[in-house]
């Protein structure tokens, strides 16, 4: 007679197996990236390594290594988004160059409807025409202070409505 952890164990491994180049191209369409591809699933795979007792078939893992290698993407994407001084527009610049105008057409027509006259006025003097955080105060009357706040939080809105249309295109 088998160990009850051996057939859980198989269920996962089995499911893994079949799928894993699925998952893998999923993970790798979400984060951009093999190695970062590699290591969602490596995430994914021990979340539910951890929980292997109450998958109840292959068809269960399977599901649950779908949703898993899902979720596991998109939190490696918030993690990095939380941690990441890097602005959207900084990203564009490293992406090849037809992801770069894709990119960078997206990131504009965010900006464009979502922030006020003044955030996108401000993001734009700052982020496109380079202009020092002093000068930008001057010329909007607001303390330096009031100007880099007002670009974290236009950069995070950006950020987090950009990730979030990303991840409704999988």
């Given at each position: 007679?088998?160990?009850p952890?051996?057939m859980?164990?198989?269920?996962l491994?089995?499911?893994?197996r ?5 998952l ?6 979400l984060t ?11 995430e994914?795979f021990f979340r539910?390594?951890?929980k292997?007792?109450?998958i109840?078939d292959?068809e269960h893992?399977?599901?649950l ?11 490696l994407l918030?993690?990095?988004?939380r941690y ?5 527009e900084e990203r ?5 160059d037809?992801?770069r105008?894709e990119?960078?057409n997206?990131?504009t027509a965010?900006i464009d409807?979502?922030l006020?006259?003044e955030?996108r006025q401000i993001?734009y003097e700052r ?5 020092e955080i ?15 706040m007002?670009?974290?939080?236009s950069?995070?809105?950006v950020r987090?409505?950009?990730?979030k249309?990303?991840a409704r295109?999988?």
């Open positions: 007679m088998r160990n952890t051996t859980e164990e198989d269920k491994t089995t499911a893994f079949r799928i894993s180049m699925r893998r191209q999923s993970a790798r369409k951009g990236t093999a190695d970062d591809a590699d290591d969602v699933l490596q994914a539910l390594w951890r292997r007792s109450e109840r292959e893992a399977e599901k290594l779908t949703a898993t290698v899902h979720n596991a993407g998109i939190d918030r993690y990095r988004a990441s001084d890097e602005t959207p564009a610049e490293q992406a090849p037809e992801d105008t990119l960078l997206d990131v965010l409807r979502t006020t006259d955030q993001l982020d496109r025409d380079g202009w002093e000068d930008i105060a001057l010329r909007h009357g607001l303390s330096e202070a009031n100007v880099r007002i670009l974290s939080r950069r995070k809105r987090e409505l950009y990730q249309r990303k295109q999988i």
